[in-house]
C-alpha cells in the first residue's frame, strides 16, 4: 500500500495557469508561485453577491491521529467537480507544530489529497513565516519601547504579546527576557505561542482587505500601563510596518488536489485554540468563482464547527447550505470505551455506546437550522456490521449518512454522499445563530457550554470573573466568545469520551483579542504552546542526496 506521499509524488500535477483559467481568473487576478501554487488577488468586478452553494464539514470528536475531515472534504470536493465541473475547495494551511508533532500533515490523504503535498506541509508560499516574523517584529518593539524610556508607561508585568514559533516547543512557553545587564533590555517574564495561535493568524483569515487587516492590527492590545489602562499597537505607532510584512500573506494561495479540483488554502488558526477556520478571503472568493464550495473547520463541530457558525458566518455574509459531520467507526469505539491500541479490532458493543458522541454533535448542528448530512470515513479495518451500525444511528435522527471511502477512491468513493450533500443544499434552511451580539459574555458562553457540548453551564475562576467585570467598564463584554478547549471531548477534560453529562466548563480566564473581534476563554488545561510527543512524527522523516522526501505521511 503506498504511502500518502509516495501517492502524491506519483501524481500528474496541472501547471497552475490552467487551474486559474480553469476557474476563470484573469492574469491580473493571481500571481505564479513557481510551477503550481498561486497567490489569488480577485478583482472587484467580480459580483459578490452570486456566491455559490457552501457546504461545511465538521466532525466528532477525534481520535489523536484525527478522522480524515480533510481528506473526506478533499473527496467530496473532487466528487461534486466530477458532477458539475465548477466545485472548489477551502482549505487551512498545515501547521508544522502538528507536521513535526503528532497528527502529521493537513492536506487530506490517500487518493483526497491537495497537491503539491509536500510543500504545502512545509514552507508552502511563506505565509507562516511572515506570520512569525510579524508577531516577532512586534515583540521586539514592545521590548524596545520599554528599554527607550517606556513613553507608554507600560508595566512590564502586564504585557500581553508574547513571542511566536510555529513549532511545538513546550521549553518556551514561560521564559525570562532582558538579562545580560543594562545594554541587553528590561528584564520580565514572557513566552512563546505557536504561530497558528497568534491573534496576527486570526487577524489574516478575517480581514476583508489589506486596509482592514491595517485596522485591525491598530487594535491589538500588546498590554497595560501602570494605571492599567490598554495600550495598543496603534498607541505604539508601528501598524504600519506589521501590515507591510504580511502584504503578500493576505493573499489566498491557488493550488489543486489530485483530481485538479481548484483549491484554496489559507490560514491556520487551530480549532482548540483560536478559531479554526480558514480565511474569509478565501472562502469568499471560492464562492465568487464556483457553484459549490466545499470547506472544513478544524476539529469536531464543539470546536470548528461552533466558531465557523457563530463567528465567521456573520462575517462573511453567507450562511451553510449543508453541513457535513465526519464520523468514524474508531473513533466512536475509541468514545465507547476502546484502548487506542485496539481500535482496528471489530467491536460492535463498544461503537454501539460511543455513538453518543455522534448524535450529540448532530443535535447541536441541527439546532442551527442547516440541513445536516453525516459522512462515515471508511477505514479500511471497519466492518460492514460496524458501517451500518453508524448509518443506522444516524438515520435515527433523520439525517441521511453515507459511507465515504475516499482516501482509498478519491472522489469516485464519495459519489453518494457528493448526490446526497447536493440533494441537502435544495432543502430551506432557516439558519439560527446561537446568541446574538448583544448578548452578555456569560449567555454567551452557557449557550455554547449547554447547547454544543451538553454541559449544566459554565464556572468562572475568580480571576476569570474580575476580568469580565473590567472589560464590562472597558466595554469588551459583548464581544464573541472563541472557546480554547481540548479536541478530544465535549467537557474540558479529554479523558472524558463520548457524551458525558453533569459536568461544568471551567474558564480559567480570558485573554482579549481586540484586532481579531473576540474573547478567548480559556478553559481547563488547554495550552496556546503545545508539546511534541514521545515519538513525533519528525522522527519519521528524511530526504536524501536527490531531494526526495520519504515519512511525511
Not at 517574564?189 to 495561535?197: H, K, N, Q, R, S
Not at 470546536?303 to 465526519?326: C, M, Q, S, Y
Not at 485573554?511 to 481579531?516: I, N, T, W, Y
Request: aromatic fraction near 6%; charge should be negative.
Amino acid at each position: 500500500m503506498l504511502s500518502d506521499i509516495e501517492i502524491a509524488q506519483g501524481a500528474e500535477i496541472w501547471p497552475i495557469e490552467k487551474i486559474a483559467k480553469q476557474i476563470g481568473l484573469k492574469q491580473d487576478e493571481w500571481q505564479p508561485y513557481g510551477f503550481d501554487k498561486a497567490k489569488v488577488m480577485l478583482g472587484p468586478e467580480h459580483n459578490q453577491d452570486a456566491l455559490g452553494k457552501l457546504i461545511l464539514v465538521t466532525s466528532i470528536n477525534p481520535t489523536p491521529a484525527g478522522e480524515g475531515k480533510s481528506t473526506v472534504t478533499v473527496g467530496l470536493g473532487d466528487a461534486l467537480n466530477a458532477m458539475n465541473g465548477k466545485t472548489m475547495i477551502a482549505l487551512r494551511e498545515p501547521s508544522l507544530g502538528p507536521v513535526m508533532g503528532l497528527k502529521g500533515g493537513a492536506t487530506g490523504g490517500g487518493y483526497s489529497q491537495v497537491v503539491p503535498m509536500a510543500d504545502i506541509n512545509l514552507h508552502f508560499t511563506g505565509d507562516f513565516h511572515a506570520l512569525t516574523s510579524a508577531h516577532n517584529t512586534l515583540a521586539a518593539l514592545i521590548d524596545n519601547s520599554l528599554y527607550q524610556g517606556n513613553p507608554l508607561n507600560l508595566d512590564p508585568r502586564r504585557i500581553l504579546w508574547k513571542r511566536a514559533l510555529d513549532v511545538n516547543d513546550r521549553a518556551l512557553r514561560h521564559t525570562t527576557i532582558g538579562l545580560g545587564g543594562a545594554t541587553s533590555g528590561v528584564p520580565r517574564e514572557d513566552g512563546f505561542d505557536i504561530t497558528v495561535a497568534s491573534e496576527l493568524m486570526a487577524i489574516l483569515t478575517l480581514s476583508a482587505n489589506l486596509m482592514d487587516m491595517k485596522h485591525r492590527i491598530e487594535q491589538i492590545v500588546i498590554g497595560e500601563t501602570y494605571d492599567r489602562q490598554p495600550v495598543t499597537v496603534k498607541d505604539l505607532g508601528v501598524a504600519g510596518a506589521i501590515t507591510t510584512l504580511l502584504k503578500d500573506a493576505i493573499h489566498p494561495n491557488l493550488v489543486q488536489t489530485l483530481a485538479h479540483t481548484p483549491t484554496l488554502i489559507h490560514g491556520g488558526p487551530f480549532a482548540n485554540i483560536a478559531q479554526g477556520t480558514n480565511s474569509i478571503q478565501a472562502t469568499k472568493t471560492a464562492l465568487r468563482l464556483s457553484d459549490y464550495t466545499v470547506t472544513e473547520a478544524g476539529f469536531g463541530a464543539d470546536l470548528g464547527g461552533e466558531k465557523f457558525l457563530d463567528f465567521k458566518t456573520p462575517l462573511l455574509g453567507k450562511t451553510p447550505d449543508t453541513i457535513v459531520i465526519v464520523a468514524t467507526v474508531r473513533a466512536l469505539k475509541m468514545h465507547g470505551g476502546v484502548d487506542k491500541a485496539d481500535l482496528k479490532e471489530p467491536n460492535v458493543p463498544a461503537l454501539k455506546q460511543g455513538l453518543a458522541n455522534l448524535g450529540q454533535h448532530i443535535q447541536s448542528m441541527g439546532r442551527y437550522g442547516v440541513p445536516l448530512v453525516v459522512a462515515i470515513n471508511q477505514f479500511t479495518d471497519d466492518t460492514p456490521e460496524e458501517l451500518a451500525t453508524v448509518k443506522a444511528y444516524a438515520e435515527s435522527f433523520d439525517v441521511p449518512a453515507y459511507v465515504a471511502d475516499v482516501w482509498g477512491q478519491g472522489g469516485a468513493g464519495a459519489t453518494e454522499l457528493a448526490q446526497g450533500v447536493v440533494a441537502a443544499t435544495q432543502k430551506p434552511a432557516n439558519f439560527t445563530p446561537l446568541y446574538q451580539p448583544e448578548d452578555s459574555a456569560q449567555s454567551k458562553l452557557d449557550a455554547i457550554a449547554q447547547t454544543i457540548y451538553g454541559a449544566d453551564g459554565v464556572e468562572l475562576s475568580e480571576k476569570a470573573e474580575k476580568q469580565l467585570k473590567r472589560y464590562a467598564m472597558l466595554g469588551w463584554d459583548k464581544l464573541p466568545i472563541i472557546m480554547a478547549k481540548t479536541q478530544y471531548s465535549l467537557s474540558d477534560d479529554p479523558n472524558k469520551l463520548g457524551a458525558p453529562k453533569n459536568f461544568v466548563i471551567h474558564v480559567r480566564e480570558f485573554v482579549p483579542k481586540l484586532g481579531a473581534g473576540f474573547l478567548v476563554a480559556m478553559t481547563g488545561t488547554i495550552l496556546t504552546m503545545p508539546g511534541l510527543p514521545k515519538h513525533p512524527a519528525a522522527n519519521d522523516i528524511d530526504i536524501d542526496e536527490s531531494g526526495h522526501i520519504t515519512g511525511l505521511f
